[in-house]
Nanobody, 125 residues
Framework: QVQLVESGGGLVQAGGSLRLSCAAS????????MGWFRQAPGKEREVVAA????????YYSDSVKGRFTISRDNAKNTVYLQMNSLRPEDTAVYYC??????????????????WGQGTQVTVSS
């Protein structure tokens, strides 16, 4: 069992930055692929970024490519999402998720086994 706790969300003006963190419990964090997803009101949950267990493979959605960076520190059981040049359309609840068999990440929410509670990100124009 893995528990995930996100932090770092908040209110920021357009063009600003935030760094989200997701702290995981358990000794097997380094074997999990990790993903960041977001869900805006009235919309489906969508992948933002994902990273393999080693950090060697990363994925970004087209909407955040060049602005967001996913990284992980397996020694600290933590995955990060650095968000720069934020836009109002980035406003959503952001979730981190863990996937067993972490050699390959996935962009599908249904592939992930554990989820955090979410953290709100609001970008004002």
């Amino acid at each position: 069992q893995v528990q995930l706790v996100e932090s770092g969300g908040g209110l920021v003006q357009a063009g600003g930055s935030l760094r989200l963190s997701c702290a995981a419990s358990g000794r097997t964090f380094s074997t999990y692929a990790m993903g960041w997803f977001r869900q805006a009101p009235g919309k489906e949950r969508e992948v933002v970024a994902a990273i393999s267990w080693s950090g060697g493979n990363k994925y970004y959605s087209d909407s955040v490519k060049g602005r967001f960076t996913i990284s992980r520190d397996n020694a600290k059981n933590t995955v990060y999402l650095q968000m720069n040049s934020l836009r109002p359309e980035d406003t959503a609840v952001y979730y981190c998720a863990a996937k067993r068999s972490g050699i390959a990440y996935s962009t599908s929410p249904t592939s992930y086994d554990y989820w955090g509670q979410g953290t709100q990100v609001t970008v004002s124009s």
